[in-house]
């Protein structure tokens, strides 16, 4: 790896594509920002002409609310884009297990959805940080996703539970029901090379694949 | 009991007009300005009881507004807003001398919280 003294991450285009990704997040915000303040103003005005509106109120405040869950949507999601974006800010730095994962998997949602699939996240009160490549880490769990996708059928819940173990992180994924043998897409070896990069292990468990990630990488 | 005064400062002028006439629907007077050049000159000719402060602007930086106010006003609270993902940037503020900081979109009630409690300060 080369030497980096301004500790951001050594490869310049995943450096600008943070940036570029971190400018769209901050104007989602500010767009979020003004339809929450001009829903808010027209909440705050029905209530005042309450009398006159009686009849349409029910249904003005029925597509508030409606706006306001998008709004929360919106909010959840370039909250999740912005962590992506600072990833490569550092090239070693700490990281939130948990929310790097929410991370990750809010961007797959949609592809879940699709197929069928469900995803939990167990244990996603624990707080769990590790020193480690932020880039890497954040991709290392996007391939085990995906293997855990490839390995699975519609109707399945892909389990992700994250455990803390002293000196260690252990990531349990479950719920796949299709045979892990077969390797076709090469993802298992892909993922076995992102967590030998982050100086961690992989390997199949019995019907769990396990990822295990030191707390603290050495540089 | 005197109106309070808020000073918004932000770029984004439809964000503002919705969040001022909000605030003036409980009570409060507030001017609105759209740059940090504009709002300095308002903390002189206006001075308002309270200052809420959008992190980034064109031109002049929340930061560097901040910094000009606090010189000058050092009891005048500064709130910050910030619509970025992550708090260092509140954190920042808050070492330069902000009130405290506030993630956008805002939710209403804290805001007014918050403003209350900058009144009691």
């Known amino acids: 790896m080369t030497a980096n003294t301004d500790n951001r991450h050594p490869d310049p285009h995943v450096v600008f594509l943070g ?4 400018s769209y997040s901050h104007e989602i915000r500010n767009i979020l920002a003004i339809i929450n303040e001009s829903t808010g103003l027209m909440h705050d005005l029905l209530n005042l002409k309450k009398e006159e509106l009686s009849g349409h109120a029910q249904r003005f405040t029925k597509t508030l609310e409606d706006i306001g869950q998008q709004i929360q949507r919106g909010q959840d999601l370039s909250t999740f884009l912005n962590t992506l974006a600072h990833a490569p800010d550092k090239e070693v730095g700490g990281v ?5 994962m929410q991370t990750v998997f809010a961007l797959s949602n949609r592809l879940l959805k699709n197929k069928k699939m469900g995803l939990c996240l167990e244990g996603k009160d624990i707080k769990l940080q590790v020193t480690t490549r932020p880039v890497e880490c954040m991709h290392c769990f996007f391939c085990a996703l995906e293997w855990a996708m490839t390995h699975s059928q519609a109707d399945d819940e892909i389990v992700f539970q994250p455990l803390d173990s002293e000196q260690e992180v252990h990531i349990n994924v479950s719920g796949w029901s299709l ?9 298992m070896t892909r993922l076995q090379d992102l967590v030998a990069a982050l100086q961690g ?3 199949l468990q019995d019907k769990k694949l396990v990822i295990t990630l030191p707390k603290q990488i050495e540089s | 009991m005197t109106t309070m005064k808020v000073l918004l400062i932000d770029d984004e002028q439809e964000f503002t007009g919705a969040l001022a006439e909000r605030l003036e629907l409980r009570d409060y007077t507030v001017q609105t300005v759209d740059n940090g050049e504009d709002g300095l000159s308002a903390v002189e ?3 308002p009881h309270i200052v809420v402060l959008d992190l980034k602007m064109p031109g002049l930086s929340g930061i560097e507004v901040l910094k000009r106010i606090k010189s000058r006003h050092p009891d005048l609270p500064v709130l910050l807003l910030t619509g970025y993902g992550s708090t260092e940037d509140g954190i920042k503020g808050m070492q330069h001398g902000a009130f405290d900081y506030m993630m956008k979109p805002l939710n209403i009630d804290e805001l007014i919280a918050k403003l209350q409690e900058a009144a009691g300060k």
């Open chain 1, 19 to 22: 940036r570029v990704v971190a």
């Open chain 1, 96 to 100: 939130d297990i948990v929310h790097t």
């Open chain 2, 45 to 47: 000719n206006n001075p």
């Open chain 1, 201 to 203: 292990t992989c390997a």
């Open chain 1, 179 to 187: 045979d892990p043998s077969t390797d076709a897409n090469g993802l």
